[in-house]
């Protein structure tokens, strides 16, 4: 576990988003084993988690628990996911991943959910910085109407310690911490991504704890969902 200590100093919103951005993560494929804890207030349960991910193509989960509970697979168009458990599947656009996590989430943002890289491009419009508790504070200049965004960025590898989306109108709150990074074959990594994700209605925590991650190798993603199974709808 990486425990670089660095001060913040004085710099630039355009330096450090500009460091943030070469701090990307920058491999082809992703194979890691995942313990993954989740709980909604209606659910509590622990499950061991395969995650596979070629970048920029397809991101794909395998939940076990002695048993496979669940499979997904995510691409930039499409969300497909079955239960083994509830017998059901879903097979569609991303409403499915933006119930779960309350907020409005592309590919690309869920990707870098992941790999502890912002959820909008940094670069792409103005951006103001303060230094706050040794880590620099970056949000747009102009936020938006629908939410606020706040990114906290480690002054050690300009990777995120936090990042925030709050809507505080309608007691909507995202909020994505990144405890702890690894040095995994030259590449700056989370080895732990938590998620906290609060409406009006409840609180939903998913704790994600990489236990093992290899870059660059042949993955294989298989994914058909069974016959016989119930559609969801969101």
Known sequence: MMNVKAIAKDMSAKKVARKHIA???????????LKVNFDNEKTNQSLSVSMKI???????????????????????????????????????DFSMLEQLLGVKINFEQLQNLFL??????????????????????????????????????????????QQAIINADNNLRLE?????????DTEIFPSQVQIKAKNSK????IDLIYKTVVFDTAVEMSFNIPSGYKELKF
């Open 116 to 161: 502890g890289q912002s959820l909008i491009n940094v670069k792409e419009e103005e951006q103001e910085v303060k230094i706050g508790n040794n880590t620099y504070v970056l949000s747009p200049e102009k936020q938006t109407e629908l939410f606020d965004i706040f990114f906290t960025i480690n002054p050690a590898h300009f990777k995120l310690n």
């Open 54 to 92: 070629k970048k920029d193509e397809v991101i794909w989960l395998k939940g076990t628990k002695f048993l496979t509970i669940f499979k997904a697979e995510i691409t930039p168009t499409s969300v497909r996911y079955y239960s083994s458990v509830f017998k059901n599947y879903f097979e569609g």
């Open 176 to 184: 994505i911490d990144y405890p702890s990074y690894n040095l995994i």
């Open 202 to 205: 409840r609180v939903t925590t």
């Open 23 to 33: 701090a990307n993560f920058d491999r082809k494929t992703i194979d890691a084993k």
